[in-house]
């Protein structure tokens, strides 16, 4: 665990902001296949930083309001408390509403945008293990790892072994990014890598989280937390995309391309 490198960089933020510049990076990259110009991409990319952050922060203190006494300190943002979810979800209705004035069709930046944002994901949890968040419950197992005194994991359950679920979801991510690019080539309708994200990611947050601790307040019926019932949401939602996209149901050229005809801004 190194929460802090080189004697003043909090590790979390850097993998965070190296997540963000490669995301555009691809992101840019990508667009150029719609013909969208990169100050288009970059424009979205930095709406998508926005709300998430928002998101990320809304969504943790709606789900834990006994914790923000007084209330302001829900705005302590630097004090930690994020769910990651709340990102996903308010940086889609933000890229919708974004794409609508720019009259490109949601599907096509959703697809353009998937395989960033999962390459983030894999990026910002080695920055969650850096630093010690979001860790698992105690194991015998070989892959349990004892964080040093003074991490959350060890404040809370002592010198044990814990699931190191940080690097399970990044291990997730990873693949998932590799098999988003991957399966591009196979079938390109429109929305297929976006619906495939959310599939992908939805089964593999629902995985992991069975080694994640949550507080009691955050599990729900069946001993899922809160979060796992979201992943099965996503697991449908991108499930239906694909069937609906497959079928030629949500319009658009059979193979998804979509080329940019008039300026946009």
């Excluded at 990319?45 to 300190?73: A, K, M, N």
């Excluded at 399970?168 to 495939?196: D, H, N, P, Q, V």
């Excluded at 069975?210 to 009691?216: G, T």
């Amino acid at each position: 665990m190194f929460p802090v490198i080189f004697g003043f960089i909090k590790s979390y933020g850097l993998l965070l902001a190296v997540s963000f510049i490669l995301g555009m990076w691809l992101s840019v990259r990508r667009g150029k296949r719609y013909n969208l110009p990169a100050d288009t991409i970059v424009d979205l990319v930095f709406g998508v930083l926005v709300s998430s952050i928002v998101g990320v922060r809304l969504f943790y203190v709606l789900t834990h309001l006994g914790e923000f006494h007084p209330w302001y300190r829900a705005f302590y943002i630097w004090d930690g408390g994020l769910t990651l979810y709340g990102g996903i979800a308010l940086s889609i209705v933000t890229v919708w509403w974004m794409t609508r004035q720019r009259e490109i069709p949601f599907l096509v930046m959703a697809d353009i945008f998937s395989p960033g944002v999962i390459l983030g994901i894999a990026i910002t949890r080695l920055g969650c293990f850096m630093a010690g968040c979001c860790y698992g419950q105690p194991t015998a197992g070989a892959c349990g790892v004892i964080f040093p005194a003074g991490a959350p994991a060890t404040r809370f359950y002592g010198a044990v072994a814990v699931h190191p679920s940080q690097l399970y979801g990044s291990a997730g991510g990873w693949l998932i990014f590799g098999l988003l690019l991957l399966m591009e080539k196979w079938s390109r309708f429109r929305g297929a890598t976006f619906g495939r994200f959310l599939a992908l990611y939805g089964m593999s947050r629902f995985i992991v989280d069975f080694s994640r601790y949550y507080e009691p307040t955050q599990v729900m019926m069946f001993g899922w937390s809160n979060n796992q019932w979201i992943s099965v949401g996503l697991m449908f939602i991108g499930t239906l995309l694909l069937v609906l996209g497959a079928s030629g149901k949500l319009g658009g050229k059979p193979d998804g391309e979509w080329q940019l005809e008039k300026s946009h801004g």
